[in-house]
C-alpha cells in the first residue's frame, strides 16, 4: 500500500520509495530507509502528512507520500 493510505495512529514499514534522487536521499538522512518504522501521527486536508521516523517528526506532502509504499507493522502493539 501507499504511505497516503495509511491511518493515523498507526505505524508502516518501508518497503520501497519511488522519488527523485534528491528527495530520496533527504528522506535517507532523516532515517527514512527500508524497513524503517513509519508512524502516521496526523494527515491534513490536503494530503499532507505528519510522520515519526526514528525519532524524528516531520511533515511530507501528498506526491511524496503517494510514492511511498509500506507494509503495515504487525508489531505494533497487535
Request: no cysteine; glycine share 10%; hydrophobic share 40%.
Amino acid at each position: 500500500m501507499k504511505l497516503i493510505e495509511g491511518e493515523t495512529g498507526k505505524s508502516y514499514l518501508v518497503e520501497r520509495m519511488r522519488l527523485p534522487v534528491n528527495i530520496d536521499r533527504r528522506l535517507a538522512a532523516l532515517g527514512m530507509t527500508g524497513d524503517a518504522k513509519v508512524s502516521v501521527l496526523n494527515k491534513k486536508k490536503r494530503g499532507a502528512l505528519i510522520i515519526n521516523v526514528r525519532g524524528t517528526r516531520f511533515a511530507i506532502g501528498k506526491h511524496i507520500a503517494e510514492n511511498i509504499e509500506v507494509r503495515e507493522d504487525m508489531s505494533d502493539g497487535e
